[in-house]
């Protein structure tokens, strides 16, 4: 069951079941108000499906909004191979931080956005004005509810600037956070299992003048940690009164001598889950 929150022509923020590539569902016509109270209530996939026949709208008619409404969003890193390896070829004194933390009992878990500032579809996305090597972060998302239970996957951009973050490892926050550096959405996948998402392929593709300038693709299986580690983790001596995203980590690392620019295109794809696009802007 794939969900969305959109926008409809009159402006009104709705919920949404996709129906096929071209339309979907109103599900506030049936009564349900948010992506939240779906996440809060067990019973949410069986709710949708009693609500049978629902008016359809074609999606050239609407605009796909971010499913994060009051949700922290936080991020997971270090959890593929090839974010290790990366990360250590791009930073001097600190290279043996990500490898003790690939090992680790403890993941590398970091805050990465207030709700209010995620980015939604085909919104801009951001790279720093003061950094000259800047690189979209494709990432599978875990929603996770008020009861730390992990209830949905959504597709996410952990956008990053990795000359900051290689001249100091105490840059972290500088290099992850700040205006448009994370995008969500837009669409929800409810009641996979951890199996059925670690079938998933996640990949990107950046275009520039209408050309393709980097395509890569990993398996969501090279994920190193299980899902309710990186849960359980997150939300010890936490609390989440209004749930929290989890962004799992890159696996996708485009090579050393490519940066965005303003006005690329970024493209993420999760195979069960859809397509998360945004341009790109200077900030
Ligand atoms: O260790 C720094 C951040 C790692 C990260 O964001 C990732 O692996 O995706
Ligand atoms: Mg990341």
């Known amino acids: 069951m794939k969900l969305c929150r959109f926008k409809n022509q009159s402006d009104e923020i709705r919920i949404g079941r996709a129906v096929d590539d071209a339309a979907l569902a109103d599900l506030s016509v049936g009564g349900i108000a948010s992506i ?3 996440l809060e209530n067990p019973e949410s ?16 008619e609407v605009t ?27 930073s001097d004194f600190s290279a043996n931080a990500y490898d003790l933390v690939y090992e680790a009992d ?10 209010e500032k995620v980015a939604g579809p085909s919104e801009a996305v951001g790279i720093r004005a003061d950094s000259k090597w800047n690189v979209p972060e494709p990432e599978l998302v875990l ?9 949905g996957f959504t597709i996410g951009n952990d956008m990053s600037s990795r000359d900051i973050e290689g001249a100091n490892l105490l840059y972290l926050p ?20 951890e199996a059925e998402a670690r079938e998933w392929s996640i990949g990107v593709e950046i275009v520039r003048d209408d050309v393709t300038v980097f395509n890569g693709k990993t398996s969501i299986d090279n994920i190193k940690r299980s899902f309710d580690e990186l849960t359980d983790y997150l939300c010890r001596s936490q609390t989440f009164p209004n749930g929290a995203m989890l962004l799992t980590g890159t696996g996708v690392v485009p090579p050393d001598d490519f940066t965005l620019a303003a006005g690329d295109v970024i493209r993420i794809t999760v195979s ?10 200077v900030v």
């Open 45 to 60: 996939a069986a709710r949708v499906e009693a609500l049978g026949e629902l008016p359809t709208l074609l999606m050239t």
């Open 272 to 281: 069960g889950i859809g397509v998360l696009e945004n341009t790109v802007a």
């Open 64 to 90: 796909l909004l971010t499913p994060v409404e009051g949700q922290e969003v936080w991020a997971a890193g270090v959890t593929y191979l090839r974010s290790k390896t990366a990360r250590m070829e791009e």
């Open 36 to 38: 939240t109270e779906l």
């Open 174 to 193: 500088q290099a992850k956070v700040y205006d448009r550096s994370c995008a969500v959405g837009p669409w929800v996948v409810l009641g996979a299992s």
């Open 143 to 151: 929603m996770v509810n008020s009861r730390k239970e992990l209830v």
């Open 106 to 115: 403890r993941p590398e878990l970091f805050l990465k956005s207030l709700p």
